[in-house]
């Protein structure tokens, strides 16, 4: 999961999805690179498929920048 903003300081949105997903047996991380967060996560997952570690990986992304923007600088 990648989320510019989390939910919370800990534990990541991951844990948080897994568990909502009831994915019990799912291993899940949050990837916080900022901007290049689905990138990384993407070539992260290949990577992973490739070596054979897993067979199907779910990436969630999200961003709400306008929380972050400062409207008076408009």
Not at 43 to 54: K, M
């Amino acid at each position: 999961v990648q989320s510019m903003i989390q939910d919370e300081i800990l534990p990541g949105n991951a844990c948080l999805v897994q568990h909502k997903l009831n994915l019990e047996n799912a291993g899940a991380w949050t990837v916080d690179t900022c901007c290049s967060s689905f990138v990384t996560s993407v070539v992260t997952a290949s990577n992973l498929i490739a070596a054979g570690e897993f067979k199907k990986i779910l990436i969630i992304t999200s961003a709400l920048c306008s929380q972050l923007a400062d409207y008076s600088d408009y």
